[in-house]
């Protein structure tokens, strides 16, 4: 027995306005290698940082695990091991973990522009000598104004004389350690 048209009309199920229709979302397949590649390099960020800023991270113990045996290995395993960390971040929420990772990048940028700022100070002392001092002290009340005028004229001597510049060293630590004490 075959089937009319008018029959296969019958088996149309009707559409009912009432239903709300599921809406299929359809993804590509070159959007879901980006997405995974993505993860991968969330992972491999996190791989390079160091174990202490690991720990400011909201990592559950498999995650943290996997990331510690990749900072071991090398070479061939530890690509396999960055897909494996990418795989897994593939099942957890990331927005956690790159708020936190975003924080620590922003830390290390102020960080990094405040060593700049040492260093041009430290250059200006250098250059100056004795007259760029007083905004020093202003900067910081702390300075030792007799330790920071030996360390100017060590530097200076060593530049002239063509030697290793380890007071021009050690002025930036002193900047560091007077710029570090403020911030406490």
Do not use: C
Request: without cysteine; proline residues 4%; negative net charge.
């Amino acid at each position: 027995m075959t089937k009319k048209i008018d029959d296969w009309l019958d088996d149309v199920p009707e559409s009912n306005e009432n239903e709300e229709d599921d809406e299929i979302i359809w993804v590509s397949k070159s959007e879901i290698k980006r997405d995974a590649e993505a993860l991968k390099d969330l992972g491999q960020e996190m791989v390079d940082l160091g174990k202490n800023s690991l720990d400011k991270l909201p990592l559950d113990d498999d995650l943290r695990a996997a990331i510690d045996l990749a900072q071991k290995i090398k070479k061939e395993g530890r690509r396999r091991q960055l897909q494996l960390i990418g795989k897994m971040l593939r099942s957890r929420d990331v927005e956690p973990i790159t708020t936190a990772l975003d924080k620590l990048k922003n830390r290390h940028n102020q960080q990094v522009s405040l060593f700049h700022k040492l260093e041009q100070l430290r250059d200006r002392l250098v250059e100056e000598g004795d007259d760029a001092i007083p905004p020093v002290l202003e900067l910081y009340p702390e300075a030792d104004r007799q330790q920071l005028r030996a360390l100017i004229r060590n530097a200076q001597k060593e530049k002239a004389a063509n030697k290793p510049p380890k007071s021009y060293r050690q002025i930036f630590q002193y900047l560091r350690e007077l710029a570090e004490a403020k911030d406490l």
